[in-house]
C-alpha cells in the first residue's frame, strides 16, 4: 500500500501534472469570464438592434401548456428547445475560441525559433550527416573532406 501512495505522490506532483491544474482552474475562471462578457456585454446591445430580444428568453414550447418566459417554463416543468441558450452558449464559445487563438498566436510570435545545424547528405546512403563528420554514421562511408 505504501509504494502505491508513493507512486501516486509522484504522479501528482509531477510538474506537467500540476501545471495542468492550474490551467484547468485558470481556465476555469477565464470562462467565467467569458460567459459574463457574452451575457451582460454583448448579448444586450445585440438584442437591442434587433428589436429587443432577449436571447436568454427565447425557447420553443413542446407542450400545450401556455407559458410566457423560460423561467416560468423551467419552473413548470414544460418541455422546450431553449435555443436562445443556444445561441448564446455558441457565442460564447466563438468569442472564447477567438481569444485563445490570439494568444496562441501572440506566443508563437514570441518563441525563438531553432537555430537547425547545417544537414550534409551521405553521398552514398543519402542519410544526414553532421558538417563536420569524416564518416557516415549509417553505412560507416569516407565522407568526402570539404576544402576550406
Do not use: W
Request: proline share 6%; charged share 20%; with cysteine.
Amino acid at each position: 500500500m505504501s509504494n502505491f501512495l508513493n507512486e501516486f505522490k509522484a504522479f501528482a506532483l509531477r510538474g506537467n501534472v500540476v501545471d495542468m491544474a492550474v490551467g484547468v482552474i485558470i481556465g476555469g475562471a477565464f470562462g467565467k469570464i467569458v460567459s459574463s462578457l457574452v451575457n451582460d456585454v454583448v448579448m444586450p446591445p445585440i438584442g437591442k438592434i434587433i428589436g429587443g430580444v432577449d436571447f436568454s428568453n427565447l425557447f420553443i414550447n413542446l407542450s400545450d401548456k401556455k407559458v410566457s418566459t423560460l423561467a416560468e417554463a423551467t419552473a413548470a416543468k414544460v418541455p422546450v428547445i431553449a435555443y436562445g441558450k443556444f445561441l448564446t452558449t455558441v457565442i460564447d464559445f466563438v468569442i472564447m475560441a477567438f481569444i485563445i487563438f490570439c494568444m496562441v498566436s501572440l506566443l508563437n510570435k514570441f518563441k525563438k525559433e531553432e537555430v537547425k545545424a547545417p544537414e550534409t547528405l551521405c553521398p552514398y546512403c543519402k542519410q544526414p550527416v553532421d558538417p563536420e563528420a569524416t564518416r557516415c554514421p549509417h553505412c560507416t562511408s569516407e565522407l568526402p573532406q570539404k576544402k576550406a
